[in-house]
């Protein structure tokens, strides 16, 4: 018996469990692991995702039109006319109309820079990567909500550029109901399905609330090296119907 299997023994006899096998990477035998990490039903996805959210800081809205969009982005933008924010060029922000709901606010929004047109594409990209570093918000899609720890996952291949959801202080974040999945499992399985994001070499993030650091006293602050707010928007059916 080797000196790492001695040692990992002598753990689990104090732990009480020298009956499991031998092997760590045997999980089945383990007493109580479903307990530890239950499941998820269907049903309860969203629940458990805004429940999540919540706990690592971030901020829950539903909406079910174009007209509660508004209100929510008024409400989180109050006081920014001035700043302007950043779009990323996720699919669902056209969908839902972003730019006209920002302009009936009167609130600048700057778009990324056409991908097909490589003409003009640096001067463009270099004005939006300081719009990104100048705006009072970020505003994405993403990928997959992780229902599990309430991380957010973006790819550089949705959203562009991924300095919209890092640069500005605060985030703001459109997603529907199959976005969210279960477990990391299933999320990595998509993002393989899909294999556009790691076939290309695409960035891939995980957000998990807000920008935090603490110092030796443990002394928590948010916004140091991202954004300060983080606010997730679950986009109803209805609204894509309109």
Known sequence: MSTREEMLGRIRKALGHSDLASSPSDLSSWPGLGAIMPGIAPQDLALNLE?????VGSS??????????????????????????????????????????????EIRAWAPPDAERSDVKTDSERAYR?????????????????AE??????????????????????????????QIRATLEEVLE??????????????????TGTSRTA?????????????????????????LLE
């Open 149 to 178: 720890s309430g991380s957010l996952v973006l790819s550089s291949h949705t959203e562009g550029s991924q300095l919209c959801s890092l640069a500005p202080p605060v985030h703001i974040a459109f997603y529907i109901r199959n």
């Open 190 to 207: 998509g993002l393989s399905l899909s294999g556009e994001e790691v076939a290309s070499g695409r960035s891939i993030v995980f957000v």
């Open 215 to 239: 110092d030796i006293e443990q002394i928590l602050i948010r916004g140091v090296h991202g954004p300060r707010e983080l606010h997730a928007i679950l986009v109803e059916e209805s609204c």
């Open 51 to 55: 429940a999540e959210l919540t706990k």
């Open 60 to 105: 829950t809205h539903s909406v079910r039109n174009r007209s509660e969009i508004s209100s929510v982005l008024k409400q989180i933008l109050k006081g920014t006319h001035s700043e302007g924010v950043v779009l990323s060029r996720n699919p669902l922000l056209a969908r839902l109309n972003l730019a006209a709901i920002l302009s009936s606010l």
């Open 130 to 146: 300081e719009h990104c570093f100048s705006a009072a918000a970020g505003i994405t899609g993403l990928n997959f909500a992780l």
